[in-house]
């Protein structure tokens, strides 16, 4: 849905799915998931939008705004540098760096 940049698409379906929020009595959505991964091999990807960074952030805007309509609340997740697991950090040694450009 993200590579379409159908807008009126992406606001129909934050709406149904603030709307289903809304029957179960939530409050708060724990999504966009807006990481940019820097591997495809790692970690939470697979929830994201996209990798890139231009696709993802408009598309992130329009989630949150689709369902801020309807007065449910949206909490942004894995900002920055959270691609990867617990069990990379722990049994390999892996750390998280951001290489800057």
Not at 30 to 35: E, N, R
Not at 47 to 52: L, Q, S
């Amino acid at each position: 849905m993200s590579a379409t940049f159908k807008v009126d698409l992406m606001r129909k379906v934050n709406n149904l799915l603030a709307g289903e929020a809304l029957c179960r009595h939530i409050a708060v959505i724990l999504s966009p998931v807006i990481c940019l991964q820097q591997s495809l091999l790692l970690g939470q990807g697979f929830e994201a939008f996209c990798e890139g960074p231009v696709m993802s952030s408009s598309t992130g805007a329009l989630y949150i705004n689709g369902i801020q309509e309807k007065s449910i609340a949206s909490c942004l997740k894995h900002h920055l540098a959270r691609e990867n697991t617990y069990i990379l950090r722990k049994d390999w040694g892996w750390d998280e760096f951001v290489l800057i450009r």
